[in-house]
């Protein structure tokens, strides 16, 4: 499973700023970020947003974007903020992703004992029955060893748990990251095995403007 909440897209105009500073074609930007209530453009992201691109700035936008990250590097600083609660195997595969991402995350080495351990803290939608009760006694057995930290204060049961805990606990991040991570992220992981991953990739297309990021000009 995979959960996203509190995303915050921001730096939109800086990024349109700053994208027409090579020609010096300030003069032709055509955005308005005092809202849109009453905007007529076929590319607005909608009566709800803060903000909306008109037709000249898109149709540059998209041209850049599809030229790569070299020429679409205004994506760069159109910054996302987020909540992911997600499980450790997908975070695995998520710390690949290392420049122009910031997490912080709920922390298992301070908070692991914090409290009981239930069925929900875990990603198990796909095992078998045989596979549940496996993972019910590890559940069981992470909560008698909590028990004795707390009783005892001895690090031995610390490190049961640590040691002990599955992959599929589901751990919580606030992530900052932009418009060209999640390209490169939606590039490569929007057909990936992971239920996650595709659901993740489906989250982003429902982001503003999310075209500057799959490149389809229909979105």
């Known amino acids: 499973m995979i959960k996203i909440e509190n995303a915050e897209v921001v730096g939109w105009e800086h990024a349109i700023r700053g994208m027409r500073n090579p020609m010096n074609s ?35 936008m998209m041209k850049l974007a599809r030229g790569g ?3 679409g590097k205004y994506r760069r600083m159109i910054t996302v903020y987020l909540d992911v609660t997600a499980p450790l195997y997908w975070w695995k595969e998520f710390d690949t992703y290392k420049v122009g991402t910031v997490a912080n995350s709920c922390s298992t080495m301070h908070k692991i004992h914090a409290k009981d351990f239930v069925l ?4 198990c939608e796909h095992l078998t029955e045989v596979s549940g ?20 204060n001895d690090k031995l049961w610390w490190w049961q748990m640590i040691q002990l805990l599955p992959s599929s606990y589901n751990q919580k991040r606030t992530v900052m990251l932009n418009y060209e991570v999640l390209t490169n992220i939606y590039v490569n992981r929007k057909d990936h095995k992971l239920d996650e991953w595709r659901e993740f990739c489906e989250w982003v297309e429902s982001l503003p403007y999310s075209e500057f990021i799959t490149c389809d000009v229909n979105k």
């Open 120 to 123: 929900e803290d875990f990603s």
């Open 133 to 152: 009760d496996v993972l019910n006694i590890i559940i069981e057995r992470l909560n008698v060893c909590r028990r004795e930290l707390l009783e005892m």
């Open 26 to 60: 300030w003069d032709k930007s055509d955005s308005n970020f005092n809202g849109c209530w009453e905007c007529e453009s076929d590319v607005c992201s909608g009566s709800d947003s803060r903000f909306c691109i008109g037709p000249n700035n898109h149709e540059l």
């Open 69 to 71: 990250s070299v020429h």
